[in-house]
Each structure stands twice: as C-alpha cells, then as structure tokens.
C-alpha cells in the first residue's frame, strides 16, 4: 500500500508543471481583467503574499518579464521551484523504472 501512494504522489509530482503552464498559458487572456482568484483579496480586501501569482506565472509563460514581476516577484521563484521540482521527480522515475533488483544480478 505504502509503495501505491508513493507512485501516486510521484505521478502527481509529474503532471503538476506540464499542467500548471499550460493552464497559465490559456488564461493568459484574462490576466490583465479578469477575476481575482484571491479568496484572501475578496474577504479582507488586502493583499496577501500570493496575490498576483497566478498572473505572474502566466505572464512568464509567455515570456513577459516585467508584467510578471510587476504582478509578484515570487512567480519566478515559482517556476524555479516547480521546475527543479519536476526535473528531480522525473530522475527519480527514471532510476527507478531502470533499477534493477539485487536478486537479478546473481
């Protein structure tokens, strides 16, 4: 059971970049007008440190910098974050789908 979950949160792990950016990509459009995601924002009417993330990704995903960073300046980190975070999980796969048992090596 436990090696089940485990594949799971890798599979997870996986997905989750390829569908973060290419959600960001098709929301693009509505980045500059379109509703606040921010439940935070909606409730208190204040900022809070993710406000603008959302935004910020998707206009790195379409290569505009400053737009990004004018957004929030943690959406870069989160790409690096998520992208260094796919690269290790897609290493870690890898040696694992080509490990092979000690018993095989008799």
């Given at each position: 059971?436990?090696?089940?979950?485990?594949?799971?949160?890798?599979?997870?792990?996986?997905?989750?970049?390829?569908?973060?950016?290419?959600?960001?990509?098709?929301?693009?459009?509505?980045?500059?007008?379109?509703?606040?995601?921010?439940?935070?924002?909606?409730?208190?009417?204040?900022?809070?440190?993710?406000?603008?993330?959302?935004?910020?990704?998707?206009?790195?995903?379409?290569?505009?910098?400053?737009?990004?960073?004018?957004?929030?300046?943690?959406?870069?980190l989160a790409v690096v974050l998520m992208t260094v975070?796919?690269?290790r999980e897609s290493g870690e796969m890898l040696r694992s789908?080509?490990?092979?048992?000690?018993?095989?090596?008799?």
């Amino acid at each position: 059971m436990q090696k089940i979950g485990s594949l799971l949160v890798l599979y997870l792990d996986l997905w989750f970049l390829p569908v973060v950016l290419t959600t960001a990509w098709f929301y693009y459009p509505y980045c500059e007008h379109g509703p606040t995601l921010c439940v935070w924002k909606l409730l208190f009417h204040a900022r809070c440190p993710g406000c603008g993330l959302t935004r910020g990704v998707c206009f790195l995903v379409h290569g505009k910098w400053n737009e990004a960073m004018r957004f929030n300046p943690l959406s870069a980190l989160a790409v690096v974050l998520m992208t260094v975070n796919f690269v290790r999980e897609s290493g870690e796969m890898l040696r694992s789908r080509f490990r092979q048992p000690a018993s095989c090596l008799r």
